[in-house]
């Protein structure tokens, strides 16, 4: 009993310490597009959790101008390395190029069920499309994302740049990609979503 109860001190004490692997796959926004890359928000929320404690190593997957067909290559790529957490965000450029609602949504929930098979917690980090979009185009964008992560049962932040988008003073000059406190505001947002998901 003694070597048993021993045994299981020294798996949880493991646990505790055992780095974890967070994956954010995604687009410019992950990137940093216009930024070095240690400004970008995944490098950010990475320092934040260290600076909490916690044994983590966060890998920026943001490539400029992902769409989320590309999505599911790029997980089995990832995934040749461990990985605890998936932060799925992608799915703006899709919008951007107006491409069809039902094609991105079924694209997102191919990348959410590969992870989940891989023994992979998935958390969806959603976008909202500019109101010039058209009011049709944007609630169904909007309501997709909504879906599936009701659908596949994922924790899910409904706007990754709530409180970003449309503030000049958080973007960089095109109006589009955050600047270095555009990102600070988004990492602190991201690191609470952790928190409270994992």
Not at 15 to 32: K, P, R, T, V
Request: proline share 5%.
């Amino acid at each position: 009993m003694k070597k048993l109860f021993l045994c299981l001190s020294i798996l949880i004490s493991f646990n505790l310490y055992a780095e974890m692997s967070i994956l954010i796959l995604g687009d410019s926004l992950a990137e940093g597009y216009g930024l070095d890359e240690s400004m970008a928000f995944p490098r950010v929320v990475e320092k934040k959790l260290i600076e909490k404690k916690k044994n983590v190593k966060v890998i920026n997957g943001g490539v400029s101008g992902a769409t989320s067909a590309s999505g599911i290559q790029r997980l089995k790529w990832h995934l040749k390395k461990p990985v605890d957490v998936l932060l799925l965000e992608l799915g703006a450029n899709d919008g951007l190029r107006g491409l069809s609602v039902p094609d991105t949504k079924k694209n997102l929930k191919e990348i959410i069920k590969f992870a989940k098979e891989k023994k992979v917690k998935v958390m969806l980090l959603g976008i909202l499309m500019p109101p010039n979009y058209g009011a049709d185009y944007t609630g169904q964008f909007e309501k997709m994302y909504k879906d599936v992560a009701k659908e596949e049962k994922v924790p899910f932040l409904p706007f990754l740049l709530d409180g970003v988008a449309g503030n000049a003073k958080l973007n960089l000059p095109d109006g589009i990609h955050p600047n270095q406190k555009g990102h600070e505001v988004i990492a602190e947002k991201v690191v609470n979503f952790l928190e409270k998901n994992i």
